[in-house]
């Protein structure tokens, strides 16, 4: 798996249907500013992908700050999985949630509902490392929700089913709830957001270690 590498997709962060840009889920403070899942997905996703580096782990980010929208668009995503695909080791979608619930909290991952044991795995490591997030009183962050399957009705469903018939492994990571107030604070706090990518990037490095020849 050497000549391989992780490939980090901050999401959303592109144009949709319509032609206007994606921002994802957003919560509104009380003046008037909004916290933008595409933003804070990003600033993850970039400790996700310099902890690769400091591992020694090939990595490359699917989305850059600066990027044009007309880039980052769902059908390049595609795109570039499918031209990729003998190359990238696993794809990790980093997301943020949100509900019309403020209650609903926690993280979860999402794969393929007919996923190879590749997904699976990716899910699993990734998982093992986030549960034990903790803040600095030593609780715990994030409610585990579980690693869920999504088929082509559900919302990442397409997306998911592309992949998979692209043979590239692939998982996306809801990190929590922006809508929930707790959630909310480990999310856009800088100390957490290094730790919450920290996290998931020792699961895909182990992941990806536990690929190697001996």
């Not at 795109?79 to 209650?103: E, F, M, T």
């Given at each position: ?18 032609g206007r840009f ?119 962050m994030f409610k ?10 559900d919302r990442w ?58």
């Amino acid at each position: 798996m050497t000549d391989k590498f992780v490939l980090i997709d901050a999401g959303h962060g592109g144009l949709n249907k319509a032609g206007r840009f994606d921002y994802g889920a957003c919560h509104m403070n009380p003046g008037g500013t909004a916290i933008r899942e595409a933003d804070k997905a990003l600033a993850i996703s970039y400790v996700v992908y310099e902890f690769m580096n400091y591992m020694g782990i090939q990595a490359r980010m699917f989305r850059h700050r600066g990027d044009h929208p007309k880039l980052c668009t769902n059908a390049r995503r595609l795109a570039y999985a499918r031209d990729n695909a003998d190359w990238i080791s696993a794809w990790v979608s980093i997301h943020l949630n949100s509900h019309k619930s403020p209650n609903a909290h926690g993280a979860e991952i999402f794969h393929w509902h007919k996923a190879d044991a590749e997904e699976l795995q990716i899910a699993e490591y990734i998982r093992n490392e986030y549960v034990l997030l903790t803040d600095i009183d030593g609780i715990p962050m994030f409610k585990w929700r579980g690693i869920k399957t999504v088929t082509s009705h559900d919302r990442w469903g397409d997306m998911a089913r592309a992949y998979h018939k692209a043979g590239v492994p692939a998982v996306l990571v809801e990190t929590g709830f922006l809508s929930n107030k707790r959630d909310r604070y480990y999310l856009t706090n800088p100390t957490y957001i290094q730790a919450i990518g920290e996290a998931i990037g020792l699961g895909i490095a182990k992941y990806v270690k536990s690929k190697e020849k001996p």
